[in-house]
């Protein structure tokens, strides 16, 4: 719990002392008795309070020396604002916000004092929104490392290190998934909109004053999230800005390419269209698959243990049409007539199974279940991952949060052509051939996880991946028929082969992610 810093009514009461040594100015100035005297030149009140003139003052100009030209021209140029202010402030003007009447006051966020006693109805009152954030929200939210959040929330030392827009847009999340006629009504719609345009605000001030860090990606996410919802200012426009904030940052901060010293650019992520001999897990950490292993279909995450479930493509480069404008490199699937196609489960055999529940969150961290439910199915976190790797791991679910949530609003181009994503064939998350990035199954296996090589999530995103291609490919208005067909084929069969790895799981989460990456496949 947040040590409280401020709980007395006096609290913002400074002594002499304190007040000068925050204003030196303070003092310099001279209150005189007759204002109307104090609005004449050359007059200054005495001790007695009478007023006397001043002598006429000596003006003596100093022309500027060479040397000093350039100091004066820095010196004109006004510094960046600061933010350490608002790093001070932030928390309890968002308490004072929560304390006037829990948030539906109308109030704005400002510092204001409030007794201790506010202070714990208003800490109450955020995390009762937050709990409804996490009890209702989609996996699409799971990017979040919820003990982290946690951590820097009650800690005030490193909750100066999160970013007021994150937890003022999750906020704003959880308010509306509470303002149903049967709950807050319209006054909690009403709330959670103000928490949503203070949420942009502060991206706006971090931006500004350059508090630059992943918590804005984060931020921009949640903040698409809530334009995904029905409120009563939605429109298409607020949910395009939205997309294109997040598209900003994901470009600002290069997230799809922070694998790119062990994964390259260029290729596509997905396992079909791949140039030959590509296996994305024995890819990134030197493992080599072993032919001869007795469990086929395994990861240890060790070398030399690294059977895969079906028999590698051997399909052959393939060059896309220069002006297809899809520019990424592939492997013709070896369904096509340049290779073969093989599936190496039949039905009923006894290599089929999975272990994906041994990997989901739920597993690994059951209070989830109760605390945020569905995040349950989710893949776990890796442990034991250093500071650096682990800000880098939650860049890596940014990315793959952003590929679902522009995947899953397909149906909004389905019911509305011309309306939201449709036209926004540059997104980041819509060009594979620019991800540099591994998936999550693959950092596992990295740090010595037992992982199959086509986990549920891996497959729900090819998916996502393959549809965003698709959707590229039917709004490139530059590509001709032959062309079309081409990629039609490529297609086809990889969707074929992400159906026929699918049925190899008997896990629960097949209902869940299964039954989502068949929906967009055949959507």
């Known amino acids: 719990m947040a040590v409280d810093l401020s709980g007395d009514e006096d609290a913002f009461d400074f002594s002499d002392e304190m007040t000068w040594e925050y204003d030196p100015l303070l003092y310099d100035v001279t209150y005189p008795t007759d204002m109307d005297m104090a609005l004449l030149p050359g007059v200054v009140s005495t001790l007695d309070g009478d007023f006397a003139l001043l002598p006429e003052p000596t003006i003596v100009v100093t022309p500027p020396e060479d040397q000093n030209t350039e100091e004066e021209v820095v010196e004109a140029i006004p510094s960046r604002p600061s933010a350490q202010f608002a790093r001070d402030t932030w928390w309890d003007a968002l308490l004072s916000f929560y304390a006037d009447d829990y948030g539906f006051g109308g109030s704005d966020m400002q510092v204001v004092a409030i007794s201790q006693m506010q202070r714990n109805v208003a800490m109450k009152a955020v995390m009762a929104d937050l709990r409804a954030l996490f009890a209702s929200?989609?996996?699409?939210?799971?990017?979040?490392?919820?003990?982290?959040?946690?951590?820097?929330?009650?800690?005030?030392?490193?909750?100066?290190?999160?970013?007021?827009?994150?937890?003022?847009?999750?906020?704003?999340?959880?308010?509306?998934?509470?303002?149903?006629?049967?709950?807050?009504?319209?006054?909690?719609?009403?709330?959670?909109?103000?928490?949503?345009?203070?949420?942009?605000?502060?991206?706006?001030?971090?931006?500004?004053?350059?508090?630059?860090?992943?918590?804005?990606?984060?931020?921009?996410?949640?903040?698409?999230?809530?334009?995904?919802?029905?409120?009563?200012?939605?429109?298409?426009?607020?949910?395009?800005?939205?997309?294109?904030?997040?598209?900003?940052?994901?470009?600002l901060f290069g997230l799809t390419r922070i694998d790119e010293d062990q994964k390259p650019r260029g290729l596509s992520p997905y396992a079909v269209i791949q140039p030959q001999g590509y296996d994305p897990v024995a890819h990134i950490g030197g493992f080599v698959p072993s032919q001869q292993s007795a469990n086929p279909g395994w990861n240890t995450g060790t070398p030399g243990i690294n059977p895969m479930p079906f028999q590698p493509f051997q399909g052959q480069q393939f060059v896309p049409p220069s002006n297809s404008g899809l520019n990424f490199a592939d492997g013709v699937?070896?369904?096509?007539?340049?290779?073969?196609?093989?599936?190496?489960?039949?039905?009923?055999?006894?290599?089929?199974?999975?272990?994906?529940?041994?990997?989901?969150?739920?597993?690994?961290?059951?209070?989830?279940?109760?605390?945020?439910?569905?995040?349950?199915?989710?893949?776990?976190?890796?442990?034991?991952?250093?500071?650096?790797?682990?800000?880098?791991?939650?860049?890596?679910?940014?990315?793959?949060?952003?590929?679902?949530?522009?995947?899953?609003?397909?149906?909004?181009?389905?019911?509305?052509?011309?309306?939201?994503i449709a036209g926004f064939e540059k997104l980041l998350v819509r060009q594979p051939e620019e991800f540099a990035i591994l998936f999550p199954s693959e950092v596992l296996a990295k740090t010595g996880r037992v992982v199959q090589r086509d986990d549920i999530w891996t497959l729900n995103y090819r998916t996502m991946l393959l549809l965003h291609v698709i959707m590229r490919t039917r709004e490139n208005p530059r590509l001709s028929l032959a062309e079309r067909a081409q990629l039609s084929v490529q297609a086809w069969v990889e969707i074929d082969d992400i159906e026929q790895r699918l049925n190899y799981h008997t896990c629960d989460l097949d209902s869940v992610f299964g039954f989502q990456a068949r929906e967009l496949l055949f959507a």
């Open 137 to 251: 929200s989609p996996c699409w939210t799971s990017f979040l490392h919820l003990p982290r959040f946690f951590d820097s929330l009650f800690s005030p030392v490193r909750r100066k290190s999160l970013q007021p827009s994150l937890l003022l847009s999750c906020l704003a999340l959880g308010t509306l998934c509470q303002s149903s006629e049967a709950e807050y009504g319209s006054k909690g719609r009403d709330k959670a909109l103000r928490l949503l345009d203070m949420a942009n605000s502060a991206i706006e001030a971090s931006l500004t004053t350059g508090w630059v860090d992943i918590g804005l990606a984060q931020a921009a996410l949640m903040i698409v999230f809530f334009e995904m919802h029905t409120h009563p200012k939605q429109t298409f426009e607020r949910s395009r800005s939205s997309l294109l904030l997040v598209d900003s940052l994901l470009r």
């Open 333 to 420: 699937p070896s369904g096509s007539s340049h290779g073969p196609h093989h599936h190496n489960r039949p039905p009923g055999s006894q290599d089929a199974g999975c272990n994906c529940i041994a990997l989901s969150l739920g597993h690994n961290w059951p209070s989830v279940n109760a605390f945020a439910p569905a995040w349950r199915g989710t893949e776990m976190w890796p442990e034991g991952l250093s500071e650096g790797e682990f800000r880098r791991e939650e860049c890596r679910r940014i990315v793959w949060s952003s590929v679902m949530a522009v995947a899953n609003l397909n149906a909004y181009t389905v019911a509305i052509p011309d309306s939201l």
